[in-house]
């Protein structure tokens, strides 16, 4: 479901449909629809972070994942993950800049399996956004920038009630973003209750305050 105050004639909006305005249009053939109910109800942000090969910044390797175009070749680390068909609605690298790959109003493939607020299946009804970054290690500036704004972008067009890391959805499996990313920066930029975030976040967040 969409808000339907953001497409009001007149009304100023970031968005062209489930496409973001500011973002880099590079489109994914790895999505799908949401299935019903999920349609009605995309209430949870999911933040991932991705480099590739693991701790490398820059380049377009991320993009070319996302868009099935990586060489399997062009890196050791690529052989392990080889015809890996993935992607995320959004993806902002260590400068700032913002790429989207799926509408928003489709289902992209970045949670896998998982589970979160009482739902299985994150991916029916979320949405990704991938950070440039190693897990465990510290995000740049820019990049809290971009997210802070997506986020109340997102939340101008979809009803967001929650928002957690892929850590989060699928404790034990992923460990991403991780303890370098500031939970805490981001609840304060967004001024969001502290009970949108993980539980886990929460001590941060109050410590923070």
């Not at 607020?117 to 440039?132: K, P, T």
């Not at 850590?167 to 939970?183: L, M």
């Not at 975030?197 to 967040?205: E, N, Q, R, Y």
Request: overall charge negative; aromatic content about 10%; some cysteine.
């Amino acid at each position: 479901m969409t808000r339907s105050a953001d497409a009001a004639p007149g009304r100023s909006t970031p968005w062209d449909g489930g496409w973001h305005r500011a973002a880099t249009r590079l489109e994914s053939p790895n999505h799908g629809v949401r299935p019903a109910p999920a349609s009605t109800s995309i209430d949870l942000i999911v933040v991932h972070s991705i480099s590739l090969p693991p701790g490398k910044y820059g380049g377009n390797a991320v993009q070319q994942l996302f868009t099935n175009s990586l060489d399997w070749d062009a890196h050791p680390y690529y052989q392990s993950i080889r015809g890996l068909a993935v992607s995320s609605h959004f993806f902002i690298d260590r400068t700032g800049a913002l790429w989207q790959f799926v509408d928003c109003d489709l289902r992209a493939w970045h949670a896998g399996q998982s589970a979160y607020r009482g739902r299985s299946q994150c991916n029916d009804d979320s949405i990704g956004i991938e950070l440039e970054g190693l897990e465990g290690l510290e995000f740049e500036p820019a990049q809290y920038q971009t997210l802070t704004t997506l986020c109340q972008d997102i939340e101008q067009r979809y009803p967001i009630e929650h928002i957690a890391g892929h850590e989060h959805i699928a404790p034990g499996r992923k460990q991403d973003p991780g303890s370098g990313f500031d939970w805490a920066q981001v609840q304060k930029a967004l001024d969001w209750p502290v009970q949108r975030f993980p539980a886990a976040t929460w001590p941060d967040i109050q410590a923070a305050r």
